[in-house]
């Protein structure tokens, strides 16, 4: 049977509609050979969301977004999801909007739930949210420290106000006298530390002697210590301790009478006979010293002694 042209024109226009239609489809991100899950999310705002944005689950692209349109009756933006993975879908999952960097675009990330063993058929409506992208997050904390610089940037004009203020004519001629004087200063400083250096090298050997003799002075000290610390402290206490006490007690027993000291120190009878045999030998000398032929008598011719004749003023009758 042959084909007739007629036919084999009617196989090529049918087939380059076709390829046309696939094409056409394939453009606008419809792979019309491969089988897809429609899912639909709505939103208050899809964050510049477009279409043929990837959908992932977990990182991995298991979708794009199909198209997005106005809801007449509630002004919300309903996306169709298509979804090629035949990976479970709960119709609790959540659908959320989020920014995978700073260059690419906001994509859909389907955040399945385990828990919830009903799986979602092609053409349910999966609930959405809106994640903060790090553009976001980054204006958000750019904001608080934004609002600190503008702040610290007026204290510092109030400042630099209050500066130029209190710096007028008069106190800035005070200043630069100031740093004069102490330009002066710092320079009598200068010299006065040259003169320093030099006594010190002129001294620099009566210096070293000193420092020697302060070490064999150490050195001794150190020597002292050690025999200090070598010598046995508590039994010379002891000792210091027994002495004291036989001390406290010789005193207690002057205070109370006992012993020659303490008779000597309370007898008064001893006392009176103290002062009698006192009071007779200064008698005797005295006697001794008037009448010494009295006492001591040489005669050569043998001539008598005289009678013994008492005082006038004795105290031992009296």
């Known amino acids: 049977m042959k084909i007739t042209k007629e036919i084999k024109t009617a196989i090529l226009v049918l087939a380059a509609i076709l390829l046309f239609i696939w094409g056409y489809s394939f453009l606008k991100g419809r792979d019309l050979l491969t089988s897809y899950r429609t899912f639909y999310v709505q939103y ?10 990837p959908v992932t689950i977990n990182g991995f692209i298991v979708g794009k977004v199909n ?105 800035k001629e005070n200043l630069k006298s100031s740093i004069a004087n102490l330009d002066e200063t710092l320079a009598e400083f200068s010299v006065a530390s040259k003169s320093v250096n030099e006594i010190l090298a002129e001294n620099k050997g009566k210096i070293n002697g000193m420092m020697s003799n302060f070490d064999k002075a150490s050195e001794n000290f150190s020597k002292i210590s050690d025999s ?39 007898d008064e009878s001893l006392y009176n006979n103290f002062t009698k045999t006192s009071k007779e030998l200064e008698l005797l000398l005295q006697d001794l010293r008037l009448n010494p032929t009295r006492y001591v008598n040489v005669s050569l011719f043998g001539k008598k002694n005289k009678p013994y004749v008492a005082p006038v003023n004795d105290s031992i009758k009296k």
């Open 44 to 53: 208050d705002n899809v964050e510049g969301l477009v279409s043929s944005a």
């Open 228 to 266: 200090i610390s070598k010598v046995n402290i508590n039994k010379t206490v002891k000792k210091l301790e027994q002495t004291l006490a036989n001390v406290d007690k010789i005193m207690n027993d002057v205070q109370s009478g006992n012993g020659t000291m303490g008779k000597l120190m309370k």
């Open 67 to 171: 198209s997005i349109e106005i809801l007449d009756k509630t002004g919300k933006l309903q996306v169709e999801l298509q979804v090629k993975s035949d990976f479970p879908i709960s119709k609790t999952s959540i659908a959320s909007i989020y920014e995978p960097g700073l260059i690419g675009g906001k994509q859909i990330m389907i955040t399945p739930n385990l828990d919830d063993k009903t799986i979602a058929e092609s053409g349910a409506t999966l609930g959405g949210s809106i994640k903060p992208g790090l553009t976001s997050l980054v204006a958000e904390r750019l904001t608080p420290l934004q609002e600190k610089v503008e702040k610290m940037v007026v204290s510092a004009d109030v400042l630099l106000k209050n500066v130029n203020s209190i710096l007028d004519s008069k106190t």
